[in-house]
């Protein structure tokens, strides 16, 4: 390796973003993928940044703070958003992309540097040289047990999901019909309409199916990215005011749908949707039986089910240095998801963060902290102060930012991004 050399581990969006950073400055990266050598089961191609759970970034609204921390990647000149952009798919309100193309200008960009050399091989250890570690919530178990010892703190994790894809063409359009909630600008969405009498047969049959079984973990799920048969059993009523909400989706030939459930567009080409919100861990034959009772699919063809997986992620108030480095092992610093962010907009965010803080570190230059005022650096601020006892994974959010009120949000939005000019700025001098 150069004296000007880093390495990273693991090719998803935070350290695919890291890679980017670093190369731009004319660092060689050493990048350790172990994709597809290994097969970690929830992950379908070799493609560097692949979205695994959903193909939506969520929304592209600056008064939403998701929308804004996007906004804030731009001024970092972010891969994930130039890849974004020219990958999006209609979504309303939303920033949703095509995932095979959105990963595979990803993965050309990145390998168009000849700085770029990529290891296609299981890391079981680390390495005692300056390492980005961007192993996502897939981390493998050696490389966890390694952490928990490094940190001398146990790792924490929940399970996530992912939804199942139908293609376009075996929805019943005499049923379905397209509309964005509350008239978006598009008609982006597939809307699939319940009755009250076939919503309660559904969810009676949702709770009852049978689920995949789980052998080495608990079930402790995120609240943000509960499986749908979880949220079922929680009353009733639950999904018809959670993602089957039937409001701002009414039309004159559907006045009053009791139940209303959405497919969000997941190609370019418009020929696969994904069922929104549907993350499930029921056994592949009852996701059959069960979403093929949603009236309009009652013919889906399933392209892709749902699967569940385990996330997994470090105790971040007590192991990590400001600069994202673990405190027994600062050579080692923590990118994406497995620092406690949650979300692929906020683990990518915290891979350019990551490289920044490397950069500047291997420079010999002093260490800058994101501002605290902006998205980004709020999140980065939970993550080194948060409760011990009360620490999860945490999406980009108004509550890390409790002076931003609805009355002053335009304010914050300005605040905001001129920190993270003034940032960017001072970062590249």
Not at 91 to 102: E, H, I, M, Q
Not at 131 to 146: D, F, M, Q, R, W
């Amino acid at each position: 390796m150069s004296a000007k050399s880093v390495t990273i581990i693991g090719g998803g969006l935070a350290g695919s973003e890291a890679a980017f950073f670093l190369l731009k400055k004319g660092y060689d990266v050493e990048l350790y993928e172990r994709r597809p050598a290994v097969n970690d089961g929830a992950h379908l191609t070799p493609l560097f940044g692949e979205l695994v759970c959903s193909n939506s970034l969520k929304s592209a609204k600056l008064d939403n703070a998701c929308g804004l921390l996007k906004e804030e990647m731009r001024k970092l000149d972010s891969l994930t958003m130039k890849a974004a952009a020219l990958s999006s798919v209609p979504a309303g309100n939303a920033l949703s992309v095509d995932r095979d193309l959105f990963a595979s200008i990803i993965t050309k960009e990145l390998k168009s540097f000849p700085n770029f050399h990529v290891h296609e091989e299981d890391v079981n250890r680390f390495p005692s040289t300056e390492t980005i570690v961007a192993t996502g919530p897939l981390t493998s178990e050696p490389l966890l047990e390694e952490l928990g010892n490094l940190i001398g703190h146990k790792n924490l994790s929940f399970f996530d999901a992912s939804a199942p894809i139908v293609a376009k063409s075996s929805i019943d359009f005499s049923k379905a019909y397209y509309k964005s909630r509350f008239e978006q600008g598009d008609s982006a969405y597939i809307n699939c309409p319940f009755s009250r009498d076939e919503y309660n047969t559904f969810v009676t049959a949702l709770l009852g199916a049978q689920k995949a079984l789980i052998h080495e973990f608990d079930t402790h799920y995120f609240e943000g990215c509960l499986p749908v048969e979880v949220m079922a059993g929680r009353g009733i009523e639950t999904l018809r005011h959670g993602m089957l909400k039937p409001f701002g989706l009414e039309t004159p030939e559907h006045p009053f749908p009791y139940a209303v459930a959405q497919l969000r567009q997941d190609t370019k080409l418009g020929d696969y949707y994904n069922l929104v919100g549907f993350q499930t861990n029921l056994t592949y034959p009852e996701q059959k039986r069960v979403f093929s009772m949603i009236p309009g699919l009652e013919h889906a063809e399933f392209l892709r089910y749902g699967l569940m997986h385990r996330n997994a992620y470090i105790d971040a108030p007590v192991a990590l240095n400001p600069d994202l480095s673990l405190q027994n092992a600062p050579h080692l610093t923590i990118a994406g998801q497995l620092s406690g962010v949650e979300g692929y907009v906020e683990s990518a965010a915290i891979g350019i963060v990551s490289a920044i803080n490397v950069y500047r570190k291997m420079e010999g230059k002093r260490f800058i902290p994101v501002p605290e005022e902006s998205v980004l650096g709020a999140m980065i601020d939970y993550l080194l102060h948060a409760s011990e006892a009360y620490f999860e994974p945490m999406n980009a959010n108004w509550a890390l930012m409790p002076s931003s009120k609805k009355e002053n949000r335009q304010e914050t939005i300005v605040t905001s991004l001129r920190a993270l000019e003034s940032y960017w700025s001072e970062v590249n001098e």
